[in-house]
Antibody
Framework: QVQLQESGAGLAKPSQTLSLTCTVS??????????WSWIRRCPGKGLEWIGY???????YYNPSLRSRVAISIDTSKNQFSLSLSSVTAADTAIYYC??????????????WGQGALVTVSS | QSVLTQPPSASGTPGQRVTISCSGS????????VSWYQHFPGTAPKLLIY???QRPSGVPARFFGSRSGTSASLAISGLQSDDEADYLC???????????FGGGTRLTVL
């Protein structure tokens, strides 16, 4: 059974960098056919795709966040990470990591983490 | 202000059939497959339907997905109390080159 678990600081100060890590268990992360994603839900809003990476390290980002986001992958630790810089209160959200499938039609997310709340406040 | 539009709430009594809609545009639901997720707050969302109407292994046949034009629907028949959850739709968006989501529908079993 594949499991994803987010970890990282639950509080970030404005203008600082938010960092989260997703640890994957039950399957190796260094295989093709999947893309490793970060998604968030801000209070009162719907889900927003942040970006994703492949095991090769190639990453793609939502244009609205591209200037502030970096997603990296560490196949030796079976983890991938999110870095979001220059945060403001608008970045307060529940952050989810998820595995997207290139194998299934429509590229659905077949496994998700339970989410990590990050609050941006001084 | 989600890209895909879902009703915020739906309800039904045990045994009933309920339907949840998801509406988008030609850039997403009109040209790409829709997936549906069941989410109990505080837990990991679960894939219920992919490719509009396909169920992953282990998902009961009570959950049925369909798509027509730029709209998709999730039907749940034989409603049970533990179906009470949030239901989310998603689709790949060709303009964004990434996935877009609905705002979610909170299902209440009366």
């Amino acid at each position: 059974q594949v499991q994803l678990q987010e970890s990282g600081a639950g509080l970030a100060k404005p203008s600082q960098t938010l960092s989260l890590t997703c640890t994957v268990s039950g399957d190796p992360i260094n295989v093709g056919g999947y893309y490793w994603s970060w998604i968030r839900r801000c209070p009162g809003k719907g889900l927003e795709w942040i970006g994703y990476t492949y095991f090769t390290g190639s990453a793609y980002y939502n244009p609205s966040l591209r200037s502030r986001v970096a997603i990296s992958i560490d196949t030796s630790k079976n983890q991938f990470s999110l870095s979001l810089s220059s945060v403001t209160a608008a970045d307060t959200a529940i952050y989810y990591c998820a595995r997207g499938s290139d194998i299934l039609t429509g590229y659905p997310f077949d496994y998700w983490g339970q989410g990590a709340l990050v609050t941006v406040s001084s | 202000q989600s890209v895909l539009t879902q009703p915020p709430s739906a309800s039904g009594t045990p045994g009933q059939r309920v339907t949840i809609s998801c509406s988008g545009s030609s850039a997403n639901t009109g040209s790409n497959s829709v997936s549906w997720y069941q989410h109990f707050p505080g837990t990991a969302p679960k894939l219920l339907i992919y490719d509009n109407d396909q169920r992953p292994s282990g998902v009961p046949a009570r959950f049925f997905g369909s798509r027509s034009g730029t709209s998709a629907s999730l039907a749940i028949s034989g409603l049970q109390s533990d179906d009470e959850a949030d239901y989310l739709c998603a689709a790949w968006d060709d303009s964004l080159r990434g996935p877009v989501f609905g705002g979610g529908t909170r299902l209440t079993v009366l």
